[in-house]
């Protein structure tokens, strides 16, 4: 997404934010205080500063990007892989939060176009409801694993209680997040559209709107590179290597593995269609899992772009 206008790089901390303007070579340095805050966005306003760069970074950048937001300033929220990878080809092997601040600034200007999550307030209270169920979900797991094994009896109750606690917060979560789809006829839309997928329910959905909300607004291959399952060449001369996937959004990678695994297994003619085709290549189970994913995220792009919910029909030569 283009940006006009002056840009200054932003490195958020849980004490502290710096900010660095290249096109005037200054920075500034605030607490992460209601205070700072204030003289932050001042002094970005009298430098004539329109858009504001952050990496994500564990969530502190959220409430500086309302601020900023508030104060009339665009706000651009990127990889902090994509800024470091970017900082060590132009050889900055040194690492601080001025100089991060730095980087962020001249990455932002270089990938003035990179494609960017849009600023959708109700998006974004869907991703924390969407983000506080899978770290629920996590923990669960853990106990339950833990459980797998001889335990004290001291063990087994406390693991007990938690869990029917854990149980019933994520009951509670389920049940705002299926209010928040509904709240919104464009989201509730979406929602319909990718759980009308065999093998796809309600919170699949959720985490895809909040977590892919480029999806069905952009090409097929960009959508694959976003989660993270584009297969990549490694090739060099005679020498031609495995294609293997890197990078992307992983807790969305997560979140589609298991239903991936019904849908091509059980649930879905086309995939499964695909996964018994491959497999009988000589695919690996897994590779075979990640290429039907890749040829999911594709059809539910192509579903969305077209505002279609699913036909097997039209879905089978997609």
Known sequence: ????????????????????????????????????????????????????VMEASGGYEKRWATALRAAGIAVRIVDPKRVRHFAKSAGQLAKNDPIDAEMIAWFAETFADAV???????REELDRLVTARASLLKVETQIENQGEHHQPRMVVTAHRVILRTLRAQLAKLEAAIAAKLAASPRVARRAEIIVSVPGLAEQTAAGVIAWLPELGQISNKSAAAL??????????GEHKGKRFIKGGRRKLRNLL?????????????????????????????????????????????????????????TRATT
């Not at 879905?268 to 996964?275: C, D, F, Q, R």
């Open 116 to 122: 960017d999550q849009p600023h959708e307030p109700e």
């Open 1 to 52: 997404m283009a940006q006009n206008g002056r840009i200054v790089g932003i490195d958020v901390s849980k004490l502290k934010v710096d900010g660095f303007i290249r096109s005037l070579q200054i920075g500034s340095s605030q607490p992460s205080t209601p205070e700072g805050e204030e003289k932050m966005i001042a002094w970005l306003q009298e430098n004539d500063v329109q858009v504001a």
């Open 227 to 236: 989660v993270g399952i584009a297969p990549y060449d490694d090739d060099s």
């Open 257 to 313: 593995y298991m239903p991936t695994m019904g849908a091509a297994t059980q649930h879905n003619p086309v995939l499964k269609a695909y996964y018994q085709r491959l497999r009988a290549k000589g695919k690996e189970a897994k590779v075979a899992l990640v290429a039907c994913m890749r040829k999911l995220i594709v059809i539910l792009n192509t579903m969305l772009a077209r505002n279609e919910t699913w036909n097997p029909q």
